[in-house]
């Protein structure tokens, strides 16, 4: 089988590029229905590119409707012509798909029940249903084979990886994702992000504790590995302190990592330098954290001040919080997801979660 070959000087990718030769084939029928295209490995030596750059292409046109691709079985052509959208009478049940580690601290959150709430209140106004899946940990597999018939699509949140999203691509369905990719850079992808702002989430925090009089604000945030989001609320917070008049103070910051247990080593040793501050804001907590920071107040005898704020996320009950409207978002993410399975003109967006301001109830 002869396939034309890539201009690896063109600005157009190369994953456009071989999706659109094999695209060429099936529309003009050199590729008929039925037909089986060469393997991974084959069109990898065939088009001289990355393994990477195969699966990417044939999944742009699984999207598109020309060819359906099973590990176990191969790619085969089942349309010469894209599909026009997805009939969600018969694809009836959208999948919820979420990272272990996320699930496992925040799933008992009410923000957490919040968002699923509300994107199987919107699955049921279409007659709809909502199933749920843990990736991550040891689930390396979705476990959807044989689902193909009834699932519409899929919508990932929680802690989501770039190999978490290659697993997902290899199963074909169309997704999106809530929250942006755990990586080192935000990429235009091809598919929906639906995200907060952090920066301006910050900022905003920071403004509302200086125009209640705080001037000391202690930014606690989780520091994991310098990701853009952690750049932009260090900013946010920075810039709000500057446009008021206020001095950045770097011994203010205080980094907590992954476990719970890090907030309590972090608090502790920042309480033992007798640093003055006025306010806490904390950025992206859950509760399980926020207890252990308390225990390290509690045991150096150190009240916490009367003045504190949560933002990016609002899971700490009774504390007052600028943080994402979960409930808003999960609406918007399904909607999305529909968008994208219903129409043919559906591009690609990152679409900025609201904020609310509420105070978490005690569940």
Request: proline content about 4%; glycine content about 8%.
């Amino acid at each position: 089988m002869q396939f034309q070959q890539l201009d690896f000087n063109s600005p157009k990718v190369l994953t456009i590029q071989l999706a659109d030769v094999i695209e060429r084939k099936i529309r003009n029928k050199e590729l008929s229905v039925g037909q089986k295209l060469p393997t991974q490995a084959e069109l990898k030596k065939i088009f001289g590119v990355s393994i990477e750059t195969v699966n990417e292409a044939l999944w742009k046109l699984v999207q598109e409707g020309y060819i359906s691709s099973r590990p176990r079985h191969g790619t085969f052509v089942i349309s010469t012509s894209p599909k026009t959208g997805v009939d969600l009478t018969v694809k009836n049940e959208v999948c919820l798909v979420v990272g272990a580690t996320y699930f496992l601290n925040e799933s008992t959150s009410p923000k957490f029940t919040g968002l699923m709430s509300a994107i199987e209140g919107e699955a049921r106004k279409k007659n709809m249903h909502l199933l749920f899946k843990l990736i991550g940990g040891a689930n390396t597999e979705l476990g959807l084979e044989n689902k193909e018939k009834s699932v519409a699509g899929l919508i990932l949140a929680g802690n989501v990886t770039r190999e978490n999203i290659s697993m997902v691509k290899k199963t074909g369905f169309p997704f999106i994702i809530i929250g942006d990719v755990l990586d080192k850079i935000i990429t235009k992808d091809d598919f929906d992000v639906v995200a907060t702002d952090d920066y301006s989430g910050v900022y905003a925090g920071v403004k509302r504790l200086v125009g209640s009089g705080s001037k000391r604000i202690l930014f606690i945030r989780v520091a994991l590995a310098d990701y853009p989001w952690e750049t932009d609320q260090l900013n946010g917070y920075k810039q709000a302190l500057q446009d008021s008049g206020i001095a950045f103070d770097k011994n203010l910051v205080l980094d907590t990592h992954e476990t719970p247990e890090s907030g309590y080593e972090a608090a502790r040793a920042f309480l033992e330098k007798q640093i003055p501050f006025d306010s806490i804001l904390f950025i992206g907590f859950g509760r399980a954290k926020f207890g252990q920071i308390s225990k390290a107040f509690a045991e150096k005898n150190i009240k916490m001040p009367g003045t504190l704020l949560q933002v990016v996320s609002g899971n700490i009950p009774g504390i007052p919080a600028m943080a994402r409207d979960d409930e808003e978002t999960g609406r918007t993410a399904f909607s999305r997801l529909c968008q994208r399975l219903t129409d043919p003109g559906w591009k690609p967006e990152r679409i900025i979660a609201p904020l609310k301001t509420f105070t978490p109830e005690a569940k």
